[in-house]
C-alpha cells in the first residue's frame, strides 16, 4: 500500500513536471532508471 502511494504521488508530480517543462523522452528515461534502482 506503502508504495502504491508513493507511485501515485509520483506520477502526479511526474505529469505536472512533463506538461510544464515539456521533458524529452531521455529525461524520462533517466527517470524511469532512478525509480527501478531506487527500488
Known amino acids: 500500500m506503502e508504495r502504491f502511494a508513493t507511485d501515485m504521488i509520483f506520477g502526479m508530480s511526474w505529469s505536472i513536471m512533463?506538461?510544464?517543462g515539456?521533458?524529452?523522452?531521455?529525461?524520462q528515461d533517466a527517470a524511469r532508471d532512478l525509480i527501478?534502482?531506487?527500488r
Do not use: C, E, H, L
Not at 22 to 27: D, E, Q
Open 36 to 38: 527501478a534502482g531506487g
Open 22 to 27: 515539456g521533458a524529452s523522452a531521455r529525461w
Open 18 to 20: 512533463v506538461k510544464a
